[in-house]
């Protein structure tokens, strides 16, 4: 239960880092097919090795928010991360994470409209995000 609650907490927190503070709604919700099946490809390129797949999602992840988020947010969006973090040495880092997170919940959702199969491809990559360290 316990655990339920932090992740519940952590996804909070990742819509929060994404929409409220990126401001990358928009960006999201316009190119949110690509992202989705770019995580499906790193899933099933790197089934076995979750150190592989995030070497190979964490990279376009980034970019989307050095691309994409308004420098004045992205600012503001870091120090948030260190306030809410308590002094994280690592905003980028985190920002990241909760971009990615927030990305997984959006297949997660959308595999519910779909086949078993695909519910149980997002379940999995959702606990390889569950793996990462959020700190």
Known sequence: MKNDLLLDRVNQLAE?????KLGLGKVVEEYEGIFLRALVRGHFSFRDDNEAFFTEVVPWIISVIQIHADQQKYLLAKEWVRVEFRESKKPTALLTVMLAIF???KGCEEAKKKPEAEQAI???IKERMETLPIE
């Open 103 to 105: 990305l997984v919940q």
């Open 122 to 124: 997002w379940q999995a």
């Open 16 to 20: 929060v880092a994404v929409l409220a």
